[in-house]
Each structure stands twice: as C-alpha cells, then as structure tokens.
C-alpha cells in the first residue's frame, strides 16, 4: 500500500495519474495548503522541502519519495511499466519528463504567478512567461505531429507534461492553433484512469469553463498562500 500525500494541483494530479494507471493501490492524503499542512513536522518528516506531492511506500519499509518527477521515475521502476526498460527508450522518456521539470512546469507556474495571483499586473513579466509557455506549447506540438506519444508509447513523460498542459487557461495561454497538441490532450484525457486520477482529490475550479467569480475566488486563495509562504509547486 501506498500513502499518498497530495493536493489538487498538476504536481499533485502527475502521481494519482500514474497511481491510477499502474492499479497500484493507494490511501489519498489530502493536506490543506491554506492552513500550511505541508509545513507540519510530520510531514516534513517525509519531504523535508514542504511542498505536495510525496508517497510512502509502506511495501518498501515506509520509504518515503518527493518531488513529482522522483515519484514517477519510482513509480515505473517499481512496476517496469510506463517507461521502457530499454537505455535509449528509456533515456526518452527522461528526456520529454524533465522538459516537463524544467520547463513546462516552472514557466506555466510563474505565468499563474503573475497573471492570476500576484496583485500588482507586471504585462512585461506575464509577456515573458505566457511567452515562454507557449514556445514550449510549440515544441510539444511540433514534436507530436509525427508522434502518438512523446517517447513511444505511452509513458510517465506523457501523464507530467499533460497534468500541466490541460492548465493552459488557466495560465492565460491558449492552444487553438496548436492542432498535434490539442489532439494529444484531449486522446489522454479519455483515459479512464486519467480521469480517475484528477478527481483524487478534485479540484475546486473547472479549468474548461469561464465562471468569473470562482476564477477569481480560487485567485484570491491562492494568493494568500503564495504570501504566506505556502506555495504548493513541487
């Protein structure tokens, strides 16, 4: 059994992701970011950085693993699935999940940083990360356009970038022209297990529809976190 320490996040949504793909069986633990469960001693007792996601794998002698990327590798080394056993094939997959890491995932974050949390609008800033988010939109999309899948079949590197990718609007990047991409988004979001996988835990906001008042409650949530220290990003 698995414990699964988690939030409604991408980082947190990449791990209930490949949980649910790999039939591994899991306890969801969702910890309230607002009220800083992530800073708890016991927590940080399993991921010493403070932030969602982490699992500890109880078959394993409770050994604990963070950082969202770590926890996929883990994952498909545990179950020789989801990622090819192969050097090459399996250097791919590395490859597109860190592009995820380094990439997608800290310029969409900053992009909601600035153009959805922080009070004051810096368009320069916002230009520069929605611009970023974008690139990086184009080089999924170009590569896509003769790839089913990122690297080969369906892998690890496939459910990081999406959990983030399927966020675009909330980070006020759109994809309309961006036909490979959108054709793997949306074939990846049929998956049962991925739409297992989001709703543990679900989130509070649907990112696929414009409800004005609830975008901006949810802002002003995350705001306050982001001012207290208790960013989630992971």
Known sequence: MIDLYTAATPNGHKVSIALEELALPYT???????????????????NPNGRIPAIVDHEQDDFAVFESGAILLYLAEKTGRLMPSDVKGRSRVIQWLMFQMGGIGPMMGQANVFFRYFPEKI???????????????????????????LAGDYSIA?????????THRWSGVEVDDLPHLKRWRDAIRERPAVQRGIQAPPSSLDLRTDDPARAKQFAEEARKMLETGQSSRA
């Open 28 to 46: 969801l633990k969702v910890l309230d970011l607002s009220k800083g469960e992530q800073k708890a001693p016991a927590y940080l007792a399993i």
């Open 158 to 166: 496939d459910i990081a970038n999406w959990a983030w990718v399927r």
């Open 123 to 149: 368009q320069s800033v916002i230009d520069r990360y929605q611009g970023e988010s974008r690139r990086l939109f184009r080089v999924l999309d170009g590569h896509l356009k003769d790839h089913e899948y």
